[in-house]
Nanobody, 124 residues
Framework: QVQLVESGGGLVQAGGSLRLSCAAS????????MGWFRQAPGKEREFVAT????????YYADSVKGRFTISRDNAKNTVYLQMNSLKPEDTAVYYCAATRNYVNAVVPGAQEYWGQGTQVNVSS
């Protein structure tokens, strides 16, 4: 079993920055591909970013490319999402997720574990 707990959400003005953290349990954390997803009111959960177990391979949704950066610290069992130049359309609940399957790793249904989510509100 793996437990994921997100933190770092809050209210920020457009153009500002936030850094989200996801703490994971289990000694096998480093073998999981970690991802961030988000869900806005009335919308389906969508892919944001993913990172390989070694941290060497990352992939981003076009909507956040160049603004968000995903990283991980395996020694601390933690994955991060640095969000810069935030826009009102970034407002959503952000979830971290973990999967051992790299095929379709950007698809919500392929994830094995989910965190509880952290709210991010970006004001205009």
């Amino acid at each position: 079993q793996v437990q994921l707990v997100e933190s770092g959400g809050g209210l920020v003005q457009a153009g500002g920055s936030l850094r989200l953290s996801c703490a994971a349990s289990g000694r096998t954390f480093s073998r999981y591909r970690m991802g961030w997803f988000r869900q806005a009111p009335g919308k389906e959960r969508e892919f944001v970013a993913t990172i390989s177990w070694s941290g060497g391979i990352t992939y981003y949704a076009d909507s956040v490319k160049g603004r968000f950066t995903i990283s991980r610290d395996n020694a601390k069992n933690t994955v991060y999402l640095q969000m810069n130049s935030l826009k009102p359309e970034d407002t959503a609940v952000y979830y971290c997720a973990a999967t051992r399957n790299y095929v379709n790793a950007v698809v919500p249904g392929a994830q094995e574990y989910w965190g509880q989510g952290t709210q991010v509100n970006v004001s205009s």
